[in-house]
């Protein structure tokens, strides 16, 4: 069984501050998920990284694929209210077709206060 | 169209009812998947449907019944559940072998 580690699990901070993000596994991923999730609604995929060592730019948000393809940042610059909200990593297994079974991390619940 | 709508927005049963949650997609995606998602936490896949055939079922009680009538709707019906059921239930859909997944709104459970 696949588990993917994330960090933190709370995360509450003040307008402006940057925040970083992290899952780590001791299993390859063939790909990278990163959602957002706001209340009352379902997850939205910001990302998908797919190469080692990839970095993906999203305005203010920086995703990193580690060269391993084992683990994953997302980094916040200068956070706003905005960007409040429930992130999720979710990995797709290497070797074969993943018939749809992401892995999850635990998620992180991301609190920006004016 | 790129929109997975549910339907509906909140439910609340009792433990003796059968209700049915409703998914539509229309992004010609042949992968939809149930997950279940209880507060603060991640997703839990309950069902694949890979070209409107079941592919997986992660060990989901029979009171859960999935349904795919064609390749654009989704359903899950819903019988004698018990309170720890209660959840938000979300319909995912992905283009097959592209595991990038678009996730409708869900449904929030209550079951009395």
């Known amino acids: 069984t696949q588990l993917l580690e994330q960090s933190p699990q709370f995360l509450s901070i003040q307008e402006g501050e940057n925040l970083t993000v992290y899952c780590n596994s001791s299993?390859?991923?063939?790909?990278l998920q990163w959602y957002r999730q706001e209340p009352g609604e379902g997850p939205v995929l910001l990302v998908t990284?797919?190469?080692?060592?990839e970095v993906k730019k999203l305005k203010r948000l920086t995703f990193q694929f580690g060269d391993a393809r084992k683990d994953s940042s997302l980094h916040i610059t200068a956070a706003q209210p905005g960007d409040t909200g429930l992130y999720l990593c979710a990995g797709a297994p290497a070797g074969g077709t993943s018939y749809g079974k992401l892995t999850f991390g635990q998620g992180t619940i991301l609190t920006v206060h004016p | 169209d790129t929109e997975v709508t549910q339907t509906p927005k909140h439910l609340v049963m009792g433990m003796t009812n059968k209700k049915s949650l409703k998914c539509e997609q229309h992004?010609?995606?042949?992968?939809m998947y149930w997950y279940k998602q209880k507060a603060k936490k991640p997703p839990e896949l309950m069902f694949v449907?890979?070209?409107?055939?079941?592919?997986i079922n992660e060990s989901v009680p029979s009171r859960f019944s999935p349904e795919c009538p064609n390749s654009s709707l989704l359903n899950l019906h819903l019988h004698a559940l018990q309170p720890e059921d209660s959840a938000l239930y979300l319909c995912?859909?992905?283009?097959?072998?592209?595991?990038?997944?678009?996730f409708g709104s869900g449904t929030q459970l209550s079951v009395l």
């Open positions: 995912a859909s992905s283009g097959w072998g592209n595991e990038k997944l678009f």
């Open positions: 299993s390859v991923f063939s790909s």
């Open positions: 449907y890979s070209y409107e055939k079941l592919s």
């Open positions: 990284v797919v190469t080692g060592g």
């Open positions: 992004m010609g995606h042949r992968a």
